[in-house]
């Protein structure tokens, strides 16, 4: 696999922390939000069991922020997802497929509910917040729209809690799993979820003053010494084997929330008001005819850069969407959208890459 | 300057012609819409003498289309845009810059009217086509909005003409600048546009095809033999001193159109109707305090992640958003946003990267 080189400008945009992990040995990037988000530190096997044993600071600015606020903001913040939101609480954060009036998925954000008027949309890589500019401007909603410079950091990794606790205090403990508060450091006030985008334990901080934010960022290396910190990024190996789903790579605007398996997060039933409601309620009547697996492939290494099929003789039997070795299950292990015929799981298939074919089964998510 | 790869993924969509040019020699890649978008074949120097000398073949597939259609396509089209599209004619471009409601500028695009009720929308970076399906589903507007599976190839430089020529036949020479129409060749049927990403001439073949895009694409290599063809991208040292702004460098929705230069693509005192009249009709009582100019720097190479203020003393002129070494005029040449009292470019300036300060001067744009 020939390797090529990022051509760096101002609009693929640095974060405060891109000169720190430039310095700790970053090899890749990826771009997310018109932002540099790190993708390796040089070998992602290495830094999977990592993150699977002690505890990484990633640099994740680029889950950029919608800010929404003003008396009509859960309004629009509700036209744009098919999850109830109207018991939303204040502190906590929602999964929030977000789709177009017919049903496909635009993206999906964490939402968190900051007041009653005042909403963040943590977002996966499209511009939501042209999505509801549009909308606010056809419906002349009572609402700004903005994207605040937050810059977020997320801690992640069984450890995670130590450091946090050591760098936060004790406090930081009571912060349930998609709950948020404010917490001190060295005078400086930061918004703090349990959350974030491995399945290994930890916390995104929404830093919203750079300096205090790289100030942030070198104590946590300090304070994590004893618990072997590193520097880290989203992993491709835990975030696949996890079932994280990556918007843009697992599914784009032709697939519809159902097909994703977000069945907990749609509401059709309820009388609340969004776009796509109407689309999904005749996709609910219909039924979907295929939706995301996970699978398992006899190979030692893969690169995806565009969505491929597997096939059983003449037959399709889904595509190949996302997909990474891992070092764990010794295979390809991969997101792939399958067709209802082999939901049964019983049928083998095959992918052909390069003239070559290998074998491979479907697997439940997350895949173990 | 430390270099970093890309990682790939599904995420940051491949192109029909992305092995081909990789195959040539391609070193560096950029992300445009999601997209792989060429950066560099290893010299941009080398490529900008080539360019202005004799013909290349870009694969600029980045520019995704935004498809409007229906009965209220125009109305939707109009509504994004400050520039009157009340006399747009089937067969032509118009550059639109594309606003907010606070007249923040979002993208701009070359919008080409296909029919009465067909346009698309050909994009700078950002996901314009969310916005559409915002205003179209808050104002319940007659459209449909989709991103066909377009892929342009641009022929780009003073020997594109012979080389069109060449491959598309005479009648393709009678096409005006910022024309469009279809041309055959091999029984496949092209929307060819006289525009580009450069000033020296050319062509924008608008692919609908897969295949025959690629089967065109060796032919223009097979043909283009004579011309000295090689394969390109958008340049940016040629964009720079040809004043080619770049959505997301040069300017963002934090800018209005006034302050780029567009005055004479803004309509406040007709009767169209479109999204942030209001807001531009306020700036243009009050007039700007800043607007897009050209600097010369006495530099012999930059590298541009951020805005970077230029000064005067204490006193800040502006700030300068892209920059590169011209081999031409043997300074970095950059598109600098200037204060008012800067304009009449009679104030030096100097810019300060890693403590060391470098002299620089304004003037227009195009830099000459």
């Not at 005078?187 to 399945?199: D, H, T």
Request: contains cysteine; aromatic residues 10%.
């Amino acid at each position: 696999m020939k390797k090529f080189y990022i051509a760096k400008s101002r609009r693929l945009r640095s974060t405060p922390y891109t000169s720190r992990i430039e310095n700790q040995g970053l090899t890749a990037y990826t771009i997310y939000n018109h932002m540099l988000l790190p993708a390796s530190f040089g070998n992602i096997e290495k830094e999977y069991f990592h993150l699977k044993e002690h505890v990484q600071v990633w640099d994740v600015a680029a889950e950029r922020q919608v800010q929404i606020t003003g008396k009509d903001a859960e309004k629009l913040v509700q036209l744009m997802t098919c999850r109830n939101l109207s018991k939303a609480k204040v502190g906590r954060c929602y999964y929030i497929p977000t789709i177009d009036e017919e049903g496909g998925m635009l993206n999906d954000p964490v939402a968190l509910k900051l007041s009653d008027n005042k909403w963040w949309l943590s977002l996966a890589d499209s511009d939501i917040g042209l999505y509801a500019k549009g909308i606010a401007s056809g419906l002349s909603l009572q609402v700004e729209v903005s994207e605040p410079d937050v810059n977020i950091l997320a801690v992640q990794g069984p450890k995670s809690f130590k450091l946090m606790e050591k760098v936060f205090g004790k406090k930081i403990n009571e912060l349930k799993f998609f709950g948020f508060d404010y917490y001190n450091f060295k005078g400086n006030k930061f918004l703090i979820a349990r959350s974030g985008w491995s399945k290994q334990g930890g916390y995104e901080i929404y830093v919203e003053n750079r300096e205090a934010g790289q100030n942030l960022y070198d104590e946590l290396f300090l304070a994590g010494k004893e618990f072997q910190v590193k520097p880290g990024c989203p992993n491709q190996i835990e975030r696949i084997e996890s079932a994280l789903l990556s918007s843009g790579n697992d599914f784009d605007s032709c697939d519809n929330p159902y097909e994703c398996g977000f069945d907990k997060y749609i509401d059709v039933d309820s009388n609340i008001n969004y776009l796509g409601k109407n689309a999904l309620i005749q996709i609910a009547k219909k039924g979907i005819n295929r939706k995301l697996m996970g699978v398992k492939i006899d190979l030692d290494k893969i690169e995806m850069t565009e969505e491929k099929p597997l096939q059983n003789g003449k037959s399709v039997v889904g595509h190949l969407r996302s997909a990474v070795y891992s070092p764990h299950l010794k295979k390809v292990v991969g997101i792939a959208m399958i067709n209802k015929e082999y939901w049964d799981k019983k049928t083998p298939f095959e992918l052909e890459i390069n003239g070559k074919k290998s074998k491979g089964s479907i697997c439940d998510l997350p895949i173990v």
